[in-house]
């Protein structure tokens, strides 16, 4: 068997039984999302109960879902990206002492290790640069970390996939994948992977429900993407990236 497919394969009952996750030891669960940098001003998104976008039906929304990697040279509004950006990893519900969020996608045991970047070109009311969604908070921050570097081009990282810098903005998601395993162990790979998956689908369906279209990636040069959000490709690793536009439809 080649090698690679283990990671297809879930641990033996034996392997999990004997490993003693840091939860079982009492070890405090890790944050649920990256600390804010003391004197960062949050962008406030538009509340989720003042939305009115959406409203396609979710088998409409299915039919059309396809990667679009044509994009008008057009801004989304503010509005568009709040709903884009709760579909995708919006709060329904926090612990009272912040062990775990129920989101609007699933994550096993709620742990959901994810963090939302944007690479942002054309959005109403925003500069152009790099932002941090804080779901808790519904926020958006800029990202000053130490390492980024804004004059990387997503295109290049992308392996030269020219449409990615004609989006009108580029999520990029990342795993600190801490979060799962502090829970799951040998466990962990598999779920923060699914996981993932079901995070861009929901971006593609309320993509299509808003006339946008966006086009999953997995083919980049990680070191570069890495170094173009600050993340150190340890603890925290980038792994998808879908950029996003108002589409051209014949």
Known sequence: MDPNRKHLRNPSREALAA?????????TPPPLEKPIEPGA????????????????P?????RARESRREFADAALSLEELSFLLWATQGVRKVHPEK???MRTVPSGGCRHPFET?????????LAPGLYRYCALEHALVGVTAPGADPNVSLAEACYEQGFVDSAAVTFVWTAIPYRTEWRYGPDSLKD?????????????????SIGAGTCAIVAYDQDLLDRF??????DEIALYVAPVGRTVRA
């Open 19 to 27: 490993h003693e996750s840091d939860q079982q030891k009492g070890v």
């Open 41 to 56: 001003k949050l962008i406030p998104l538009v509340p989720v109960g003042r939305i009115a976008l959406g409203r396609m």
């Open 58 to 62: 979710l088998a409409d929304a299915i």
């Open 99 to 101: 062990k775990w969020a």
């Open 117 to 125: 970047y944007l690479r942002v070109r054309k959005v109403e009311s």
């Open 192 to 208: 923060i992977l699914l996981s993932c998956g079901h995070i861009c689908q929901n971006l593609y369906l309320a993509c299509e």
């Open 229 to 234: 959000l600050g993340a150190d490709g340890k």
